[in-house]
């Protein structure tokens, strides 16, 4: 169980270490704030639009009476929306991180030479394209396990009690599981670290991944939270994955003196 204090204290140091540099920080919110806005839209649409569209997919419900229609048709829009608010809780940060790739390649790798006892940081020395084209593929590989998940987690939902109970605690376990991966491949990426090689360094420290992203996924199902954390959460998952990977971690630079050390295994 200390794992699970050590991931929660990497989660706290990766926040402060943005806030310490605060021009970092104010990068690493960029690709956020678009993710936002394109999310945004498109639950806008759904508010909009998720109506007619239920209607136009239902066109054998035309002729049913009042109120038999409405209410079938409303429950659908209701199902469409929540199944469109799970997918953007979901797939924000693939998305965040896909977009923001150069964004935080850069500040992972500041964080790594920042921490690094020889003041280097890895490098896959791979082109720009094919880290994009990386990251992009196992992204949607971790999407379509998630999904998978989100949909069993939702349709548990309706089970009396363990629904409303057991199901959304579970989904928030799960869901830090998820975005941990998808946080930490950034510094594992530049290592050279392929994704089913990564799963089993995560799943073999689950309680250090548990402590690091389940408070974070839920702290992301609170609106905005998601964009101003999400610096924070690319350096922590950067010390995590030194962690992850064995590489020692010496004295922090003046700028980050008062935390002079990480917790070591």
């Given at each position: 169980?200390?794992?699970?204090?050590?991931?929660?204290?990497?989660?706290?140091?990766?926040?402060?270490w943005?806030?310490?540099?605060?021009?970092?920080?104010?990068?690493?919110?960029?690709?956020?704030?678009?993710?936002?806005?394109?999310?945004?839209?498109?639950?806008?649409?759904?508010?909009?639009w998720?109506?007619?569209?239920?209607?136009?997919?239902?066109?054998?419900?035309?002729?049913w009476?009042?109120?038999w229609?409405?209410?079938?048709r409303?429950?659908?829009?209701?199902?469409l929306?929540?199944?469109?608010?799970?997918?953007?809780?979901?797939?924000?940060?693939?998305?965040?991180?896909?977009?923001?790739?150069?964004?935080?390649?850069?500040?992972?790798?500041?964080?790594?030479?920042?921490?690094s006892?020889?003041?280097?940081?890895?490098e896959?020395?791979?082109p720009?394209?094919?880290?994009?084209?990386?990251?992009?593929?196992?992204?949607?590989?971790?999407?379509?396990?998630?999904?998978?998940?989100?949909?069993?987690?939702?349709?548990?939902?309706?089970?009396?009690?363990?629904?409303?109970?057991?199901?959304?605690?579970?989904g928030?376990?799960?869901?830090?599981?998820?975005?941990?991966?998808?946080?930490?491949?950034?510094?594992?990426?530049?290592?050279?670290?392929e994704?089913?090689?990564?799963l089993?360094?995560?799943?073999s420290?689950?309680?250090?991944?548990?402590?690091?992203?389940?408070?974070?996924?839920?702290?992301?199902?609170?609106?905005?939270?998601?964009?101003?954390?999400?610096?924070?959460?690319?350096?922590?998952?950067?010390?995590?994955?030194?962690?992850?990977s064995?590489?020692?971690?010496?004295?922090?630079?003046?700028?980050?003196?008062?935390d002079?050390?990480?917790?070591?295994?």
């Open positions: 169980m200390r794992d699970l204090g050590v991931g929660f204290r990497y989660l706290l140091k990766g926040q402060r943005v806030v310490r540099h605060g021009k970092q920080y104010g990068f690493g919110l960029i690709p956020g704030l678009i993710t936002l806005v394109l999310y945004a839209a498109a639950l806008l649409a759904l508010v909009l998720g109506e007619d569209f239920v209607a136009w997919s239902t066109p054998f419900a035309d002729d009476s009042s109120p229609q409405g209410l079938f409303g429950l659908l829009t209701a199902v929306f929540a199944l469109g608010l799970l997918l953007s809780v979901i797939t924000f940060t693939a998305v965040t991180l896909l977009i923001g790739q150069p964004f935080y390649e850069i500040l992972s790798e500041k964080v790594d030479r920042d921490v006892p020889d003041g280097t940081a890895p896959s020395g791979l720009l394209w094919r880290e994009l084209w990386i990251s992009g593929r196992d992204s949607l590989r971790i999407v379509l396990r998630a999904a998978v998940w989100g949909v069993l987690l939702f349709a548990l939902g309706f089970v009396p009690v363990v629904g409303q109970t057991v199901v959304p605690v579970i928030v376990v799960v869901t830090g599981f998820f975005l941990t991966e998808e946080l930490t491949a950034v510094a594992l990426q530049r290592r050279r670290v994704l089913r090689d990564r089993g360094m995560l799943r420290r689950k309680t250090l991944v548990w402590g690091f992203g389940t408070p974070l996924a839920a702290a992301f199902l609170v609106p905005f939270v998601a964009v101003f954390l999400m610096p924070g959460a690319v350096a922590g998952a950067t010390l995590l994955a030194r962690e992850l064995g590489e020692e971690t010496g004295e922090e630079t003046a700028a980050t003196a008062p002079a050390k990480l917790v070591s295994r």
